[in-house]
């Protein structure tokens, strides 16, 4: 996966407009759908052994309601552990 200066321009613009945390998480979470071309994309903030939905797209709407524990979700305890950005395939 590579990301163009475009791309990347795009990105670092749409996150400096005049808006709020909300609006900016889901516009970045869009745009990086698009550039990656999947099905949905998240964007989580980790706290002690869970994630909370910061942003979604793809996604059914009562996602950002949740709490993923990492005992619950094996996939999610693996990017815990990682401590870095992560891509997860089918």
Same mark, same amino acid.
């Given at each position: ?22 609006? #900016?998480?889901?516009?970045?979470? !869009? ?13 989580? #903030?980790?706290?002690? #052994? ?18 993923? !524990? ?13 401590? !870095? ?6």
């Amino acid at each position: 996966m590579s990301f163009s200066v475009e791309v990347l321009a795009g990105i670092a613009i749409e996150l400096q407009r005049g808006i709020g945390h909300q609006d #900016r998480f889901q516009r970045l979470i !869009t745009t990086l759908r698009q550039v990656l071309a999947c099905d949905a994309s998240a964007l989580l #903030r980790y706290e002690p #052994r869970q994630f909370i939905p910061l942003a979604i797209d793809g996604l059914a709407q009562d996602v950002l309601g949740r709490r993923f !524990t990492l005992e619950g979700h094996p996939r999610l305890e693996a990017i815990a552990r990682a401590g !870095t950005w992560c891509v997860s395939g089918r």
